[in-house]
């Protein structure tokens, strides 16, 4: 049972433009939130997070948004460079818990120049 | 030091044989975490650390795999007689504690069974 889900296994955007990569939740017990991006032969390194008592957060070009009614999250980059081609990947966690992350399947953008 | 370490970076085995793999948490991280990652998919959790309390062993997926963590720093995950389907890239991470969910992941170790 995959609980936290991304549909889209690859996005292109221009140079210059929004990228957005969204992130689907099933389990309502998750309260935190984290993107992380992944480089080829690389760890994954934490980008953003949110808390579920917030709707956005935001840190220079990246936002993120959390719509909890919906079960749903997005990582908008704004203005897209082609440095931010990697693969995202979503993940979730309980507070309280272990702090174990629940990743998704990631996905690949390619920002081309 | 001034990140996650893991070793060996690459490991390749014969099916059956064990191998056991290496992680240096960031100095001061008391929380450690192994996941791994396998072609395609997304990481899976497989073991947690915290000080001195019970590890969290759930995401182990057979008895195969066993992990230690000595002295509350390096961590040392094994997998005993390996199997083909055990060829993943095995990711650990280090965190300040478990409240703290930034966790910071070393570069993994990709092993491949043959």
């Known amino acids: 049972d995959q609980q936290v889900k991304q549909n889209s296994p690859s996005l292109s955007v221009q140079e210059g433009r929004i990228s957005i990569l969204n992130c689907d939740y099933t389990?309502?017990?998750?309260?935190?939130f984290l993107w992380y991006k992944k480089y080829p032969a690389e760890g994954p390194t934490f980008l953003i997070s949110i808390s579920s008592i917030k709707d956005k957060n935001e840190d220079g070009r990246f936002t993120v948004f959390l719509n909890k009614s919906a079960k749903h999250l997005s990582l908008h980059i704004v203005p897209s460079q082609p440095g931010d081609s990697a693969v995202y990947f979503c993940a979730a966690s309980v507070s309280g818990n272990t702090g174990k992350l629940i990743f998704g399947q990631g996905t690949t953008l390619q920002v081309k120049p | 030091g001034a990140g996650v370490s893991q070793s060996p970076s690459n490991k390749v085995t014969e099916k059956g044989k064990d191998v056991e793999l290496r992680c240096d948490p960031i100095s001061g991280h008391t929380a450690l975490y192994w996941y791994r990652q396998s072609l395609g998919q997304g990481l899976e959790f497989l073991i947690y650390f915290q000080g001195n309390s019970a590890p969290d062993k759930s995401g182990l997926p057979s008895d195969r795999f066993s992990a230690e963590r000595t002295g509350g720093s390096v961590s040392t995950l094994t997998i005993q007689r390996t199997q083909q389907e055990d060829s993943a890239v095995y990711l650990c991470?280090?965190?300040?504690?478990?409240?703290?969910?930034?966790?910071?992941f070393g570069p993994g170790t990709r092993l491949t069974v043959l």
């Open positions: 991470a280090s965190s300040l504690d478990r409240v703290m969910n930034e966790q910071f």
């Open positions: 389990n309502s017990m998750f309260d935190y």
